[in-house]
Nanobody, 114 residues
């Protein structure tokens, strides 16, 4: 069973930054892709950013230019650097990994509030 453990969420003011981390219990070098999704209360889970095993990235339009996804295969970690945070970024953020099947972390809350 693969485990994904997120950390780094919290409370931040608008315009501020947070860095989310996701630790995988399995070598991420063999993954097809890893990424971040987010979900608000009463809404569906939406893609934030993906990164493939080759390092190609894909971002949702609403985070382009503000968020950066990266990976460290040696540490089996992925990261999401979030800058210029907005009120509407308040969500639970989930780490995602795809090997032969998808896996999800338990989520970490990000709250943007003044």
């Amino acid at each position: 069973q693969v485990q994904l453990v997120e950390s780094g969420g919290g409370l931040v003011q608008p315009g501020g930054s947070l860095r989310l981390s996701c630790a995988a219990s399995r070598s991420i070098g063999s993954s097809t892709a890893m990424g971040w999704f987010r979900q608000g209360s009463g809404s569906s889970r939406e893609l934030v950013a993906l990164i493939t095993s080759s390092g190609a990235t894909n971002y949702a339009d609403f985070v382009k230019g503000r968020f950066t996804i990266s990976r460290d295969d040696a540490k089996n970690m992925i990261y999401l650097q979030m800058n210029k945070l907005e009120f509407d970024d308040t969500r639970v953020y989930y780490c995602y990994a795809l090997w032969t099947q998808p896996y999800w972390g338990q989520g970490t809350q990000v709250t943007v509030s003044s």
